[in-house]
């Protein structure tokens, strides 16, 4: 059974990882045996120290995702320095709040650039490589509750995370026939800093902490055993998947 989930010799690419929930996908990938790449717009001198202390080769690649980037060329780094890239996560994201008679046209385009369209560029890079490598792979986006709700004052995030559930069935469809499965986690509500103002907000932490059956708020660690599964072997027939880590948020 082990060897379902073993990830030796494989190297994953991980997005937004300096921090949060994308450090900690990069640790239990690293974890499961793989080496890491991270990318993000700053240094991540802390997650590479946790992976080489895991025993795991670490690359960083500082790419700032709200920008124009040459993903092939991220894709060629990575290759160069690991040696090959078997896994993508999707992980890199950011949200502008605001009521949506005010949302500006530059926080819509600063959201869907990061959210959504530096995922569709990675991702079809990434699998690029795959294809012409000949060799199985893994892509796994990072979805949302507001996947499947609407929110309040976040209409770009919505957007782009309802976005990310298209984005993954319709790359599932064509990539499947290459062994590449492509799959999504959406997240609960988690204590990061992309939710510290709903946390800081009395009423609002209050009313999200109520509905939650678990009566939590996620960490970072809640999400480990799931993107070892869906990027280990033992998850070969598995694709097109959002797979909600929400305590039961969605339920209640």
């Known amino acids: 059974m082990s060897?379902?989930?073993?990830?030796?010799?494989?190297?994953?690419?991980?997005?937004?990882?300096?921090?949060?929930?994308g450090q900690g996908m990069a640790l239990a990938l690293a974890r499961a045996g793989a080496d890491i790449a991270a990318l993000g717009s700053t240094p991540m001198p802390e997650t590479g120290g946790l992976?080489?202390?895991?025993?795991?080769?670490?690359?960083?690649?500082?790419?700032?995702?709200?920008?124009?980037?040459?993903?092939?060329?991220?894709?060629?780094?990575?290759?160069?320095?690991?040696?090959?890239?078997?896994?993508?996560?999707?992980?890199?994201?950011?949200i502008r709040r605001a009521d949506l008679l005010d949302y500006s046209q530059d926080d819509w385009d600063s959201v869907i650039d990061v959210n959504l369209k530096a995922a569709f560029l990675l991702s079809q890079a990434v699998a690029r490589h795959m294809v012409e490598a000949k060799k199985p792979g893994r892509i796994i986006n990072v979805a949302s509750m507001l996947t499947f709700q609407g929110g309040v004052r976040v209409p770009a995030y919505t957007a782009s995370k309802h976005g990310i559930a298209g984005?993954?069935?319709?790359?599932?469809?064509?990539?499947?026939?290459?062994?590449?499965?492509?799959?999504?986690?959406?997240?609960?509500?988690?204590?990061?800093?992309?939710?510290?103002?709903?946390?800081?907000?009395?009423?609002?932490?209050?009313?999200?902490?109520?509905?939650?059956?678990?009566?939590?708020?996620?960490?970072?660690?809640?999400?480990?055993?799931?993107?070892v599964f869906l990027a280990a072997p033992g998850s070969n027939y598995v694709t097109g998947t959002i797979i909600p880590v929400d305590g039961g948020w969605l339920v209640r």
């Not at 800093?193 to 960490?219: C, F, H, Y």
């Open 3 to 21: 060897t379902l989930f073993d990830l030796s010799g494989k190297v994953a690419l991980v997005t937004g990882a300096r921090t949060g929930l």
């Open 51 to 94: 992976v080489h202390d895991l025993g795991r080769r670490f690359h960083a690649l500082e790419v700032d995702l709200s920008l124009a980037f040459d993903p092939a060329a991220v894709v060629e780094e990575v290759v160069a320095a690991l040696g090959g890239l078997d896994i993508l996560v999707n992980n890199a994201g950011i």
């Open 167 to 227: 984005l993954t069935k319709a790359m599932a469809n064509e990539l499947a026939p290459h062994a590449i499965t492509v799959n999504a986690i959406a997240p609960g509500y988690m204590s990061t800093d992309n939710t510290q103002a709903l946390r800081d907000d009395v009423e609002r932490n209050a009313q999200i902490s109520a509905r939650i059956p678990m009566k939590r708020w996620g960490v970072p660690d809640d999400l480990d055993t799931t993107v």
